[in-house]
Structure formats: structure tokens, C-alpha cells
């Protein structure tokens, strides 16, 4: 066990940080053209920051996850690909199956521009199985560049033979485009969602915004083909901006097990979630879809903005859920862009993952959704190393040793004998920032490095030999009773890379907890260029994409770590190297 002081981890604790998402090209809205470098194919790909085991094709730009579904034993998996080089533009439906959410085979792209109502992309949407096990996609096409970003129409495509569980072929019919936009939104209308049915009507919504109002319209068809717009928005926020890929899903109230769209009633809840071009985060909230209205109406109490709960509180964007009839559960597919520049993204040939499908549930208390990895992603785990029962005094750092730390999952329990030397929040914060940045706000001010009561605690992934490099993953804990400011979870790139150029935030979110157990759980999985990390069973998540320059592969470690004055014991910990799956 070693000890150290805020010296011994580099200068990072003199590195500004930045929390202004959108001032940096990494993450910024990427519908802008760069006509020259999106046709640049790499000759070579830059393998060090590759994941080993999250997805991503051979090489090239990939965003946002499209029309996942269960079909005849296979899942499918489109996403939103540009063939020909490793930035955003040319976008086409690249198609992958996989019998286990794990292991991928590549098909030939489904969808590709070809007809006039898709000829200048085909942008992001969902599936829907109709009955009979018929599969339709609903999907986006740009038909002229102006207004930009696109003239944007709604498209159906069917697979050429519904037999064939790979869904190899898929036909996009003469009637298209299905759905037009009206004047006023014609570059900001898109990512229809996965259908459901209301008094014997298939009804569907389109993301959108009126000047800051974000809405998702409310389409109807008998017959899934003749499309009406609904006369009032099926939910609609105030300054917010740009609704892109909304969601729209049953949850239960009684189990974990996941619904299908279909279901309308009972003992359910609904979540509506929007994806913020403005923020780029996924937000969600939880409330009633109202049939008699035909609305969607958030519960009372929920935070229907920028301040609201999100699926991840770190790079997680576009993504889009399903209903699993084999395994009878929600699966969440989200994509995690670079954090890097442009120029980046065209040297290394790659860009974007696809982070782990989360199965979702609503939280006993009803008030938030809960994320867990797929338990398929445990096939993957190799050697094993355990600690049980190990005391962190502040200042100690315990290594894990013994597996491929770079490429892990690692499951940690942490308890402490009380909450009595929690630290006081400090009520300025409140002042100080926005309460949509706040937690990430506090993250970056004081880091690993400044010394608390109960807490920092947690884990160094991809931790350099003499700490110049390591990307925290750990928790605060602020003597605050009664707000949800009590436990905070930071995932700190900032430390991550000796690379300046990088973008780092300091993601951070609250977790919902009033610890009368005394304890916290942790997962990471840690994979190269990513670190995914659940808190509580899933309650709060943040993935962040790091760039380390020496805590590469072998040359990579992982600590558990304390460096508040109250001791806390690592109750137990499981830490695993992971196979590589056959990916794409
Ligand atoms: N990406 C797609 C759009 C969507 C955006 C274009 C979200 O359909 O709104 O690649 O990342």
C-alpha cells in the first residue's frame, strides 16, 4: 500500500478545465460539412486508443445507434456510418448482427443514399416489428442540402425477405418520402421513433424545436405508411432547443423486466427522453402518457430542462432503446463520440464507439431509471483478482494487480463506520453555477487531489507508472442531509493525458443515495480509450473517452484509492481482464 501526497500525482491539479460543452469541436453539433476531410480514408489506422471490447467497425466516423431490434434470434444493430473517412458526412445505415449483444458480424450497409427523398444522407431512426413479424424502419432522408443542415423528410424501408433473420436486404418503396415537413421546421425535423399503437392507430413522433422550444411531433397512420400530424405535440420543453432522437417507452412499476412499445396501460410508468443538440447530453424524464389526451405528461417533481436526469452524465449522446422479447428487458444503446479534434479523428482513421447496451428499469422509488451493462458482457470476463476487507487511511492508494488493467471490468463495494466526518457542501456552489453544470462543476474544482472528510475515495483507471497520467472514477460525500447534493460521482478526464490538446471534462453527477448502509458500490469497465462507470447499482453513470500517452496497454495500472480523513474499507473487490469479442 503506498501513500501520497497531491505532489506525487503531476501537474495536473494546474491544468484549467473547461465545462463549456460546446466550445470544442470533439463535441460540438456535428451536422456541419467538411466537404474535403469527410472523404479522407485513412491508409492506416492508429490502433492505441481502439477499444477491445465496446463497438466499433474497422475503421472510419460512426455516431449515433439506430433501429436496434430482436429479429428471429438475431439482434441488429444500425448505426449512423461514413464509409469513406473518419469524420462526420456521407452518412449511410452500416448494419451488424450479433447473436448476443456481444460478438458482432458485419452485414453490407442497409440503408445508403440513392433516391431523390435520400440522395443527401440517410440520418438516424427506429424500428418497428408489425404484426406477422414484419420489421419496418422509419428513418430520416435529407433531400437537399438547403436549409441546412439538410431538408429533412421521414422514409420507411422493409427488409426484401422477412425470412432471412440477418434482414440482409432492405427495400426502400417508390411512396417515400411518408412524411414532409411543414415549412417553418424543414431542417429541424428527424429521428422518428419506434411506433405504438393508440385506438387501433399506429402513432409515432419526430424530434424538432419551435426557436428554443424543443417538440416532438405526434404522427398517426392506419396503416404505417399514410401518415397524419397530430394536431398538439405529444410533449414539447421550453428552452431547450432541438429535440434529436426522442424516445418514447413503457417501464414498469412493479418489476425490472422490460415492456413493449405496445403496451399503453397498467401498472406502468412512461419515460420520454431527448437527446439536447444544444447540450449534447441524453435526457429523460419519467411521468404518465395520457391516452385519453394523447399526450405525455412528466410525473410532478420532475426536471423537465437542462438541470434533468440523464442516462449518463458523461459521453453519451443519440441513444436509442428496445424492447428484448428474448430475454423479456429494455436494452439502452448509446454513442460515445471522440473527445478529440478533427484533425485527430482524420489522422487515426476512427472515430466513435458504441458504449455497452444497458439494460434499463425503473428504480423502486419511481423517480429514476436504473442502467446496468447486459449481463452477456460477463462472458467476456477472464482472469480474476479479488481484495476483501482492505482499510484505505487517507492518503493510501492500493494497486490491482494481475490482470490486463487497460482492458477490465471491476466491481467494488466500499463502506465506512459513518457519514460523521462527511465534509460541508459549500452552499455557494449553488450560487455559482448553473444547476445543469453544477456536479460537474464541483468534480473539476476539487478533483482527487484535495483532501476531504468522507472522501474522495475510489478508483485510478489508466494510471501511468508515476501518476503523470490516471483518469478517477470516485465519490464525495458532503454533509448535506435531505437534498440529493449529498453523494457526488466524478469520472475526471482531466488528469487523464499528458496530451493538452484533448478535451478532459470533469464529468460529474449526483447519486441518489442516503447511505444508511454506509456503503457505495462501483463498476468501471475500462477499455482503452473509455472508462463507463456505474454508481449504485446503475443509479448514476458518466462514460468518459480519455487519451492517455503513456498509461497505454501493459504500461497502464489501477489503484483503489482514499484521500479523505475517514478511513473507508474496500468491502470487497472483483477485477477482471476482458477477452476481446469478435468484433465487426
Ligand atoms: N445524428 C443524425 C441525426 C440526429 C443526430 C445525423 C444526432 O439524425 O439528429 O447523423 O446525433
Redesign the pocket.
Known amino acids: 500500500m503506498g501513500s501520497f501526497n497531491v505532489f506525487d500525482w503531476g501537474l495536473v491539479a494546474l491544468v484549467c478545465f473547461s465545462h463549456t460543452l460546446n466550445n470544442f469541436e470533439g463535441v460540438m453539433g456535428?451536422?456541419k460539412i467538411f466537404k474535403d476531410l469527410q472523404n479522407i480514408s485513412a491508409t492506416e489506422i492508429q490502433e492505441a486508443h481502439r477499444t477491445g471490447y465496446h463497438f466499433q467497425p474497422k475503421q472510419n466516423w460512426i455516431?449515433?445507434p439506430n433501429a436496434p431490434m430482436f429479429y428471429k434470434g438475431i439482434y441488429h444493430l444500425f448505426y449512423?456510418y461514413n464509409p469513406k473517412g473518419s469524420i462526420?458526412g456521407n452518412?449511410v445505415w452500416a448494419h451488424s448482427v450479433s447473436e448476443d449483444l456481444i460478438n458482432w458480424t458485419p452485414l453490407e450497409p442497409a440503408i445508403e443514399p440513392s433516391k431523390p427523398f435520400d440522395q443527401f444522407?440517410c440520418?438516424?431512426?427506429s424500428a418497428t416489428v408489425l404484426p406477422d413479424d414484419k420489421p419496418v424502419i422509419l428513418y430520416?432522408g435529407i433531400t437537399a442540402e438547403q436549409p441546412e443542415p439538410g431538408y429533412q423528410v421521414q422514409n420507411y424501408a422493409i427488409p426484401e425477405d422477412t425470412s432471412d433473420p440477418y434482414l440482409t436486404k432492405w427495400i426502400k418503396p417508390d411512396d417515400n418520402p411518408i412524411i414532409k415537413p411543414t415549412q417553418e421546421n424543414a431542417s429541424a425535423f428527424?429521428?422518428p421513433t419506434t411506433a405504438w399503437m393508440l385506438n387501433g392507430q399506429w402513432e409515432m413522433t419526430v424530434?424538432s424545436k419551435q426557436d428554443m422550444v424543443g417538440v416532438s411531433y405526434l404522427y398517426r397512420s392506419p396503416d404505417f405508411i399514410n401518415w397524419t400530424l397530430v394536431d398538439h405535440p405529444l410533449h414539447e420543453t421550453e428552452n431547450v432547443g432541438m429535440f434529436?432522437?426522442p424516445d418514447f417507452y413503457p417501464v414498469s412499476i412493479t418489476g425490472e423486466n422490460g415492456l413493449d412499445t405496445t403496451v399503453i396501460e397498467g401498472e406502468i410508468k412512461h419515460v420520454f427522453k431527448v437527446?439536447l443538440?444544444m447540450t449534447r447530453y441524453d435526457y429523460y424524464t419519467i411521468g404518465k402518457y395520457d391516452i385519453e389526451q394523447d399526450i405525455y405528461i412528466p410525473d410532478e417533481g420532475m426536471i423537465d430542462s437542462w438541470a434533468g436526469l440523464r442516462y449518463d452524465w458523461g459521453n453519451f449522446?443519440?441513444s436509442k432503446s428496445f424492447f428484448d422479447p428474448s430475454k423479456n428487458r429494455r436494452v439502452i444503446w448509446g454513442?460515445a463520440n471522440e473527445s478529440s479534434t478533427i484533425d485527430e479523428y482524420v489522422k487515426k482513421g476512427w472515430a466513435g464507439i458504441q458504449c455497452i447496451p444497458r439494460t434499463v428499469w425503473l428504480d423502486p422509488s419511481g423517480k429514476q431509471l436504473l442502467l446496468w451493462p447486459v449481463a452477456e458482457l460477463e462472458t467476456l470476463r477472464d482472469v480474476n483478482v479479488q481484495l476483501s476487507n482492505v482499510e484505505l487511511n487517507q492518503g493510501d492508494k492500493v494497486e490491482v494487480e494481475g490482470i490486463t488493467v487497460a482492458q477490465a471490468d471491476v466491481d467494488v463495494v466500499f463502506t465506512f463506520p459513518s457519514l460523521d466526518k462527511a465534509e460541508a457542501y459549500d452552499n455557494a456552489w449553488d450560487e455559482t453555477y448553473p444547476p445543469e453544470t453544477l456536479a460537474e462543476n464541483i468534480c473539476g474544482v476539487m478533483g482527487t487531489t484535495k483532501q476531504g472528510g468522507l472522501g474522495p475515495f475510489g478508483l485510478l483507471t489508466l494510471t501511468s507508472n508515476d501518476f503523470e497520467e490516471y483518469t478517477p472514477v470516485f465519490f464525495r460525500v458532503f454533509n448535506t442531509p435531505n437534498t440529493n447534493r449529498r453523494v457526488l460521482m466524478c469520472s475526471d478526464a482531466m488528469p487523464s493525458t499528458l496530451n493538452e490538446q484533448e478535451y478532459r471534462p470533469s464529468f460529474g453527477g449526483f447519486v441518489d443515495l442516503d447511505l444508511a448502509d454506509n456503503k457505495i458500490s462501483l463498476r468501471s469497465l475500462i477499455d482503452h480509450s473509455v472508462v463507463e462507470s456505474f454508481a449504485a447499482g446503475g443509479k448514476t453513470v458518466i462514460t468518459s473517452r480519455v487519451y492517455p500517452t503513456l498509461a497505454i496497454n501493459e504500461n497502464a495500472h489501477l489503484h483503489v484509492f482514499n484521500n479523505g480523513t475517514e478511513i473507508v474499507t474496500i468491502e470487497r473487490l472483483d477485477a477482471w481482464s476482458m477477452k476481446n469479442p469478435m468484433m465487426n
Open positions: 456535428f451536422h455516431n449515433d449512423q462526420w452518412i444522407g440520418w438516424s431512426g430520416t428527424r429521428d424530434g434529436e432522437c437527446s443538440d449522446y443519440a454513442w
